[in-house]
């Protein structure tokens, strides 16, 4: 997932067995920010169901991260990403 506007790419790779994820990575490029929820993100999720992580919304990723809301766009990427590595 990527915003060509402001340059930040995020990919993430999950292992899921039983619904439940067994392993994350991800390669990020791009602001402080979206490195920082993506980092999060692997290990929030980490052991967590695939419906579990449906939950996250951008409001408490920013809110955990303490992060004002005009990185909101960093967190939807990283979400993007996410949403897109656990359907398939």
Request: proline share 2%; with cysteine; net charge negative.
């Amino acid at each position: 997932a990527g915003c060509i506007e402001s340059g930040d790419c995020v990919r993430i790779q999950l292992r899921i067995r039983d619904g439940i994820i067994e392993d994350i990575c991800f390669k990020a490029q791009g602001s402080c920010a979206t490195i920082a929820v993506a980092s999060w993100i692997t290990e929030k999720v980490h052991h967590q169901t695939v419906a579990e992580i449906q939950k996250l919304t951008p409001e408490i990723i920013l809110s955990e991260l303490q992060l004002q809301p005009v990185k909101k766009h960093s967190v939807l990427i990283v979400l993007d990403a996410l949403q897109k590595a656990s359907c398939c």
